[in-house]
């Protein structure tokens, strides 16, 4: 149980363009979904926290006209990225919870994550 | 602004020893934490949580907090190769429904 999936794995798109990624929860209802990004060599980042039907909540330094999260259902959250630029390469990582997800209520089940390369 | 600090490493240790991995956090009113493994290229995948002082065990794995410390630690009994990781601590940013503040991992590697 408690699998989270993410699409897609890998995406290259050209600078100035606009990328979703979609996270979703399979076997649980997420009532919260988080979305991370993580520079090479470096630890995971919060960048924003999304309920769903509200509005995300982005970390500081975190422009939210330029990552646009909807969390429009229990199960599915998209992080578009708007206005590439290399510098927005990275991988992102969602992550779920949920009151059926299993473990206890702060433990978040991660999507295998999306590779975003920005040429 | 929490913090979780780990030791970057890289840590080696031989095949069948035991590997010990520290953290501290500098929020005293975290109460609970988590240990991550992530191998390269791939999201971090849940090993242990503890929530309560002294150690929980799950398998060849042992959570260890200490709150009064401010310290949390794992250890992997009977290291095996395909343990080879880098270990990502991590405690609540904050309450309610934030997400979690990560350490910046601690990068592990079993000799055969």
């Known amino acids: 149980g408690a699998v989270v999936s993410q699409h897609p794995s890998r995406v290259i798109c050209k600078s100035g363009t606009s990328v979703k990624i979609e996270c979703r929860s399979l076997?649980?209802?997420?009532?919260?979904m988080f979305w991370y990004r993580q520079f090479p060599k470096q630890s995971l980042m919060l960048m924003a926290t999304?309920?769903?039907?509200?509005?995300?909540?982005?970390e500081q330094g975190v422009e939210k006209d330029k990552f646009l999260i909807n969390h429009a259902s229990l199960t599915l959250s998209t992080l578009t990225v708007t206005s590439a630029h290399p510098e927005d390469s990275s991988f992102y990582i969602c992550?779920?919870?949920?009151?059926?997800?299993?473990?206890?209520?702060?433990?978040?089940?991660f999507g295998p994550g999306t590779r975003l390369t920005v040429l | 602004q929490k913090e979780v600090e780990q030791n970057s490493g890289p840590l080696s240790v031989p095949e069948g020893a035991i590997a010990s991995l520290n953290c501290t956090y500098s929020?005293?009113?975290?109460?609970?934490f988590f240990w991550y493994r992530q191998y390269s290229g791939k999201s971090p995948e849940l090993i242990m949580s503890i929530y309560s002082n002294g150690d929980k065990e799950d398998g060849r794995f042992t959570a260890q907090l200490n709150k009064a410390s401010q310290y949390v630690s794992l250890l992997i009994r009977d290291s095996q190769p395909s343990d080879s990781a880098t270990y990502l601590c991590a405690a609540p940013s904050g309450g309610g429904a934030d997400g979690l503040t990560f350490g910046k991992g601690t990068h592990l590697i079993i000799q055969p």
């Open positions: 929020d005293r009113v975290s109460q609970s």
């Open positions: 992550s779920a919870r949920g009151p059926l997800a299993g473990g206890s209520y702060n433990e978040q089940f």
């Open positions: 076997d649980f209802q997420a009532t919260t």
């Open positions: 999304s309920n769903e039907g509200s509005k995300a909540t982005y």
